[in-house]
């Protein structure tokens, strides 16, 4: 695997990841394994999807990191709607 495909996989990642936790702080709720298993769960999917869309022809940049991460969170941010949509 080219190592800037491992490197936007990873911060696509990072990015639910960090999701994950800030929705888990902002909840004011206790840690729920469960949960952040889903949003780990959502954050490898992100990382797939950035790894899938992201045109890394022009090399690396700080950009398209950013975007990496983002793809990452929104996938967490998403996922947890969609569920939370489809309980009702």
Same mark, same amino acid.
């Given at each position: 695997m080219d190592a800037n495909l491992f490197i936007l996989a990873l911060v696509a990642f990072g990015g639910g990841v960090?999701? +994950?936790l800030?929705?888990?702080a902002d909840s004011q709720e206790p840690f729920n394994a469960r949960k952040f298993i889903r949003s780990?769960? +959502?954050s490898i999917l992100g990382g797939i999807a950035a790894v899938l869309t992201i045109d890394l022809s022009g090399g690396l940049t700080a950009q398209l990191i950013l975007l990496a991460f983002l793809i990452g969170a929104g996938a967490d941010v998403?996922?947890?709607r969609a569920l939370g949509a489809m309980r009702g």
């Open positions: 960090v999701s +994950a800030m929705g888990w780990v769960g +959502a998403l996922t947890n």
